[in-house]
Nanobody
Framework: QVQLVESGGGLVQAGGSARLSCALSISPFGIYSMGWYRQAPGKQRELVASISSNGRTNYADFVKGRFSISRDNGKNTVFLQMNSLKPEDTAVYYC???????WGQGTQVTVSS
C-alpha cells in the first residue's frame, strides 16, 4: 500500500512563507504526476498545484505567482513552497498521487492576520 506523508504545516503570519513536503513510499516515483490540494473549513477540497512526471506544472489562479510546486525524484518527495501567504490560504493541505487517487493525511496551514 502506498503511503504519502506530508509535513511542514503550522502557524504562519500573513506575508510569510512555508514549505510543505510530501514523501511517498512508491517506486519508481518519477513516472507519476503529483498534486497538492487544500480544504478550508466548510469548503470543498480544491486543487492548488500539480506537477507532471516531466516537471510540467499547473497552478490554481489564486496561488499563481506565490506558490511553487517541485519534486525530487531521488527522494520520492514533492514540495509546495508557499510565499506571500494570506489568511485565506488557511486550510488543510493534502498531497495526492494522481494516477491512483491516493491521498496523504493532510497538514494544517494557518495564516494569521
Amino acid at each position: 500500500q502506498v503511503q504519502l506523508v506530508e509535513s511542514g504545516g503550522g502557524l504562519v503570519q500573513a506575508g510569510g512563507s512555508a514549505r510543505l513536503s510530501c514523501a511517498l513510499s512508491i517506486s519508481p516515483f518519477g513516472i507519476y504526476s503529483m498534486g497538492w490540494y487544500r480544504q478550508a473549513p466548510g469548503k470543498q477540497r480544491e486543487l492548488v498545484a500539480s506537477i507532471s512526471s516531466n516537471g510540467r506544472t499547473n497552478y490554481a489562479d489564486f496561488v499563481k505567482g506565490r506558490f511553487s510546486i517541485s519534486r525530487d525524484n531521488g527522494k520520492n518527495t514533492v514540495f509546495l513552497q508557499m510565499n506571500s501567504l494570506k489568511p485565506e490560504d488557511t486550510a488543510v493541505y493534502y498531497c495526492k498521487l494522481e494516477a491512483f487517487d491516493y491521498w496523504g493525511q493532510g497538514t494544517q496551514v494557518t495564516v494569521s492576520s
